[in-house]
């Protein structure tokens, strides 16, 4: 079975702080993460995915296979990083997505 | 299209009756997905297409869900009898092929039912 826990419900940073939004997974096998972002009033969307490994709008994320973990980073929050961020799986049956829970990340001015 | 649509946008239903939702995906997208998200929770996968094969539907709650594409574009995710559970919003994404696992989604069709 695949399973996406994000821990965190809601993160508030300040402006100009790093933020960290934690991500697991329990999948055997070979996932691939994915990072969707859902801005205030608007649809979901991705923000990035691990096998792209590139940077979007200053966030990273890097899969540790060993902590199966997939945590998002920004070294420097920004007001317009406020948003509902979501991790999620996909697994070798390419269909189905598995999503956590989502954090709500505020970033404070 | 410029995005996947959906329709209604709203939808608010007495229990046990039917409803039908309507998904656009963006044109020439292969594959086509649906979730159902419950408040406070992440989007929960209900089913998925690629052109007209349900190859998945190993999410749909019970038999009174349904969903077909029967010409490979438009989508209809169908529940019949409906129950308060139901109350969540349904998301339609779609995604083209070759672009592996990015879906683009819709607003979401939000169902409550009294």
């Known amino acids: 079975a695949q399973r996406v826990t994000q821990p965190e419900k809601l993160l508030s940073v300040f402006k100009g702080a790093p933020v960290e939004l934690k991500c697991n997974y329990s999948y055997s096998g070979s996932p691939e993460l994915f990072w969707y972002v859902q801005y205030s009033r608007q649809r979901l969307q991705l923000l990035l995915r691990h096998i792209s490994r590139e940077s979007i709008k200053g966030f990273t994320a890097d899969l540790n296979k060993g902590e199966t973990s997939f945590h998002l980073k920004k070294p420097f929050a920004q007001e317009e990083d406020s948003a509902m961020y979501y991790c999620?799986?996909?697994?070798?049956?390419?269909?189905?997505?598995?999503f956590g829970d989502g954090t709500t990340l505020t970033v404070k001015p | 299209g410029a995005g996947v649509s959906q329709s209604p946008r709203y939808k608010v239903a007495k229990r046990g009756q039917d409803v039908a939702l309507r998904c656009d995906p963006i044109?020439?997208?292969?594959?086509l997905f649906w979730y159902q998200q419950a408040l406070g929770q992440g989007p929960e996968f209900l089913t998925y297409?690629?052109?007209?094969?349900?190859?998945?539907k190993s999410g749909l709650p019970s038999d009174r869900f349904f969903a077909e594409r029967p010409e490979g574009s438009v989508s209809t995710l169908k529940i019949q009898r409906t129950q308060q559970e139901d109350s969540a919003v349904y998301l339609c994404?779609?995604?083209?092929?070759?672009?592996?696992?990015?879906?683009?989604f819709g607003a979401g069709t939000r169902l409550s039912v009294l």
């Open positions: 994404a779609s995604s083209p092929s070759g672009t592996w696992n990015i879906q683009y």
């Open positions: 999620a799986l996909t697994g070798a049956n390419a269909g189905k997505s598995t």
């Open positions: 044109s020439g997208h292969v594959s």
């Open positions: 297409f690629q052109n007209e094969a349900q190859l998945d």
